[in-house]
């Protein structure tokens, strides 16, 4: 299977790509610094040195890299079977009402049109597979049923409209076999979730991974924790 992950060279996205390149898969894993991409892959494989995995210097909000990334994978590979859309920043702790436009923007530059970029730029890559799937990473923070909303508006707001962007794109692809889902990994002990938080990235990814090989996964839902839950 063919792997390729934003925001991949730490936190999730690194584990993202750890654990599917141990399991046999081909992953590239994208970084918006390609020094640090290296770096995360010389990592990963201490664990073993003969995994497929490869970085491709990969800003999200950076149509030229997005472009860049799809020509070398078009020569590289027949398909993309796995696209996720994991690369995310969490600016500004005020709620909507009182947040700079400029933290909003840049939140919904990444977090939302990061992942639009992507998608329709590999989407010809991915129908070329025979069961394509694109993940893109969310949060219960972006719940619209979150009633323990407070603060960090960007990101909430950021999250929420990709959770609505996922269910429109899988309405517009569904005369296609592809699928795509909204994911949330929980409060996840990395650089943007803290160490106080309780799922390790092993854990979590570990969950996801198990639940993106259902093959009675939905189209357009959100999943949290193994299982489908409202918006």
Known sequence: MNCLITGGNRGIGKEFCKQLALAGNRVFLGS?????????????KRYSPDIQIQTLQLDVTSINDVQKAYNFLRTEILCLDLLINNAAIMHGSNGVHNEEITILKEAMETNLFGPIRMCQAFLPLLCTSSMPLIVNISS???LLSDKEAGGY?????????????????????????????????GWVQTDMGGQNANRTPEI???????????????SGKFYRFGEQHPW
Do not use: Q, W
């Not at 409209?161 to 990994?185: E, Q, R």
């Not at 996801?208 to 090989?213: C, P, S």
């Open 32 to 44: 918006r610094s390609l020094e640090d991409g290296i770096n995360a892959i010389n990592d990963i």
């Open 204 to 218: 979590s990814v570990k969950e996801m991974i198990h639940l993106m090989n259902n093959r009675e996964l939905i």
């Open 153 to 185: 508006g960007a990101y909430r707001l950021s999250k929420s409209s990709l959770n609505a962007f996922t269910a429109h794109l899988a309405f517009d692809v569904n005369n296609t076999h592809v699928k795509v889902i909204a994911v949330c990994p």
């Open 140 to 142: 219960e923070m972006g």
